[in-house]
């Protein structure tokens, strides 16, 4: 994989394939999280591929952390076929998964300022 470091402290770093997968799993729980509050609040999952997987909470991780796996599988052999290509992967998937949370965001937002 890709070896980009930040500076954990002087003398050390922390390597990017930890911290990509990391901010990943992050954004999956955000999702998990934001979606849970609007079903709630009484929202609709709008993806009809999910709409029956986030009505369980467990069901809803338990999916997540396969996709999240599966990512990382994906990504490992795509670094060593193709130099940042695994990199690339998570680049897109972290863009795409904050878009959800920001979306998500945008509906729980205005239920807590009128509430």
């Known amino acids: 994989m890709t070896a980009i470091f930040v500076p954990k402290k002087a003398g050390t770093s922390i390597p990017l394939w930890i911290i990509l997968p ?23 999952e709008l993806n009809p591929m999910m709409s029956g997987v986030v ?43 904050t878009v959800v949370i920001l979306n998500n965001a945008s509906v729980i937002l205005p239920h807590l300022l009128a509430g």
């Not at 901010?23 to 929202?43: H, K, R, Y």
């Not at 009505?55 to 060593?80: D, T």
Request: glycine share 10%; no cysteine.
């Open 22 to 44: 990391s901010i990943l799993a992050g954004l999956f729980l955000l999702d998990i999280l934001t979606t849970q509050l609007i079903l709630n609040l009484g929202g609709m």
């Open 55 to 97: 009505n369980s909470p467990f069901l809803h991780m338990l999916l997540k952390i396969g996709i999240l796996i599966l990512v990382i599988a994906v990504a490992i052999i795509a670094e060593a076929r193709v130099k940042g290509s695994g990199t690339a992967l998570y680049a897109v998937l972290i863009v795409m998964y």
